[in-house]
């Protein structure tokens, strides 16, 4: 089975200590292809850097929320740089978070609407990154347009009463290892009633990661002692994802690659294969 993780960040200096072995058993359990996302004007070289050693990668540029109030003058021109320079990248990780600390959701709102605007402007994908801000969120999407090839809101936590409308904005809507945690039960049903051709899975790795008891590839941070995201984990959204739709794994490894193929990988943008 070829799976492909839609969002994940394998150039962030916890993983680099882990990462050759950390690689090597992620394709062994199917991991084939992934979407790399900057978070900041300060990790994109690293993205640009990771995703030239690792041609089976696709590189995402944008700036995360959280790092919306560092942001310097020059950020549109880099952003634009950058796309223009690669054809598979796409706009990510954007979005509106009213959970992180002294959030300033006007400023936020600002950034995400512009960010959005060059992803439709250059006809890329875009991650959205979305904690507690859904309405906010409904809103911006109301008034500034999606691009028409489709975006990613990933690991999706909102109501369920929301997927109709972000699906017909355009969104996908991408299944997490950190569903499996029995307190997110809801979430994991939630996928009941997204349409199937807009379902994907991601790890967030080195983030988001399973309940302990569950996590078949426990890794930890060398630095800090706390627990990482294994991007093997990739297999564990695929089979929660699968008891959840009432599918077998092959089946929904069928689907979800093919629905990365069709948001990040359709026409000349990035692989075919």
Not at 81 to 99: Q, R
Not at 119 to 148: F, S
Not at 232 to 259: D, H, K, M, Q
């Amino acid at each position: 089975m070829k799976l492909c993780d839609a969002h994940c960040h394998l150039h962030f200096e916890s993983l680099t200590p882990w990462l050759p072995e950390a690689l090597e058993t992620a394709k062994g359990a199917g991991l084939a292809a992934a979407v790399v996302n900057g978070t900041r004007q300060g990790d994109w070289a690293q993205v640009t850097a990771f995703c030239s050693r690792e041609n089976w990668v696709l590189p995402a540029y944008g700036i995360h929320p959280w790092h919306a109030a560092g942001r310097g003058g020059a950020w549109e021109k880099e952003l634009n740089a950058l796309l223009e320079a690669s054809p598979s990248a796409s706009v990510g990780e954007i979005g509106l978070d009213l959970w992180i600390e002294g959030h300033d959701l006007a400023d936020q709102t600002v950034l995400f609407r512009r960010q959005l605007a060059i992803a439709r402007e250059h006809r890329r994908p875009a991650t959205v990154h979305c904690v507690r801000a859904w309405e906010p969120l409904r809103q911006c999407l109301k008034k500034e347009a999606a691009p028409d090839c489709g975006f990613l809101i990933h690991a999706f936590a909102g109501s369920e009463d929301l997927i109709p409308f972000f699906a017909e904005c355009g969104a996908y809507f991408s299944f997490s290892p950190s569903f499996l945690a029995e307190k997110r039960q809801n979430r994991r049903q939630a996928f009941r009633r997204i349409p199937r051709k807009r379902i994907l899975i991601e790890t967030d790795a080195p983030d988001l990661g399973p309940p302990p008891e569950l996590n078949p590839y426990p890794l930890t941070d060398a630095w800090t002692g706390k627990p990482l995201n294994h991007p093997a984990n990739l297999r564990l959204s695929l089979e929660w994802l699968a008891a959840v739709l009432e599918l077998s794994e092959e089946e929904t490894a069928g689907l979800t690659t093919g629905n990365w193929r069709r948001l990040f990988g359709s026409g000349d943008f990035g692989p075919s294969e």
